[in-house]
């Protein structure tokens, strides 16, 4: 049976509600939900977005093999805020960005200032240091070499 208008506005205000969740959690990775279709099943809707918040979670992760389209509504219920949360925390792990890449994650503090984080396995400033040598000088007035070897780089 067709909805009506007001059927509609009802189902389209509840489905926003799932997207305002799902963009909270989306907003470290840089993404944003997206809009819910006029006219699909709310549960559908969720489903969607379970499964593309799914794919952002690491390798290893215990809701990484839960295939949420096959899931019942009271079942997806219960795992929805948990996926939810460790999908936000999943973007603030180092193990998450490739190695040699950074990802920028913006948050907006409650006084409404932007912060810039970066996240990555390997810090900038590594690419700047100089590799580091370790150097023995023969002092010809005591005879021996300076630094004197330590007990422990004897053996």
């Known amino acids: 049976m067709p ?33 819910p279709v006029v006219g699909e099943p709310i549960d559908d809707y969720r489903r969607k977005l379970a499964v593309k918040a799914k794919k952002l979670l690491p390798d290893g992760n215990e809701l990484k093999p839960v295939q949420f389209k096959a899931l019942e ?39 409404g200032m932007k912060i810039v984080k970066w996240i990555g396995q390997r810090s900038f400033v590594h690419d700047f240091t100089i590799p580091g040598r370790r150097a023995r000088i023969w002092d010809d007035h005591s005879k021996s070499w300076y630094p004197p070897q330590s007990p422990r780089s004897v053996a």
């Open 73 to 111: 509504n009271d079942v997806l219920e219960v795992f929805e805020p948990r996926l939810l949360k460790e999908c936000k925390e999943a973007a603030y792990r180092a193990d998450s960005v490739p190695l040699g890449e950074m990802r920028r994650v913006e948050e907006v503090d409650g006084n």
């Open 3 to 35: 909805m009506n208008r007001e059927q509609l506005l009802q189902a389209h205000a509840s489905a926003r509600v799932y997207q305002e969740r799902y963009d909270k959690a989306f907003a470290p990775w840089g993404m944003r939900a997206p809009e």
